[in-house]
């Protein structure tokens, strides 16, 4: 049986990944930090899955090098810091895997996305850099934008983590005409164990380009599903570049509704083309999930 670690499986993707790759029949181990892996409440889906626990943390080299040890293939579904995961880099390239998916991917395409213009996209691709370099059997994969992210903000980052649902009042940034791309969290992890399984997949880059919309049309669609009407407040691309100046982790706006990096066409492998088996959620499908909550 093919056993695999998951290093960030209390997450939001991770989490996804775990249950997808229990389905899977894997022989599921997870890497936890200290504080969490005594946190009863956050462990108990873990531990309902069947997962071999391993105390550590992606700072500590000696227990990463312990889990990676232990597996065939590792997926890490953390927030990627720079030092950190160039440590899992070494670890797993010390401990030896058949399959290492780095959270670097979790995000744009390196092709489409500009460099030097968002700096957590800038440390991704020096840790796939390190990656590459260190000649390790990776798959990477771009994902794009998530649901709960961007779907369930209609768009707008800022109101991220205040709901579950689409907020009341939601900005549209530039002209609301840019499409951007967006992809369930269990559509995630659904395609990376197919990848997982696909030997052509080794050492190569796969991008999920589905639910292309624009922030207006996604707006929209909330608005003719759920029967409610969000208030909407402009904003100019140049009042954007101010609020970005301030906050630099929101040019990930800029590159979603300004440039539409997320929809542009590069060279990497698009999912639903690689595999055509895999079946996508819509967002018309999640709104209609998300309105019954309302
Ligand atoms: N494209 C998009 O729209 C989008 C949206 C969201 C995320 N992402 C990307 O998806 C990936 C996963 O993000 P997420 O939102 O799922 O993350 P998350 O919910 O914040 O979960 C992070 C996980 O990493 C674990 N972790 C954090 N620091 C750790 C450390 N030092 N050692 C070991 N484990 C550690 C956390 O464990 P604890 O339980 O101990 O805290 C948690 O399980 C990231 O690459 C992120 O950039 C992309």
Partial sequence: MTSTLIIGATG???????????????????????ATSSNEERMRPLKDLGAAVHVGDLDDYDSLVRAVGKVDRVISSVHVGS?????LVRAVRDAGVSRYVPSAGFGLDFAAAAPGTIQPLDIKRAVFDAVRQADLPYTVIYTNGFFSTWVATLGDLTRFGSSPLPPDEVTLYGAGNVPATFVSEKDIAAVTMRALEDPNAVRSEIRIAQNKITQSAMIELWRRVSGRSPHVKQMSAEELETMIAAAPGLGLLRAFWIRGETALETATPEAGALYPELKFESIESA????AGAV
Avoid: C, Q, W, Y
């Avoid at 030092?83 to 440590?87: G, L, Y």
């Fill in 83 to 87: 030092a950190s995961e160039m440590t």
């Fill in 12 to 34: 939001l993707l991770g989490s996804e990944m775990a249950k997808a790759s229990a389905r899977n029949g894997d022989n599921l181990h997870v890497l936890v930090r200290p």
């Fill in 287 to 290: 709104f209609v999930a998300m």
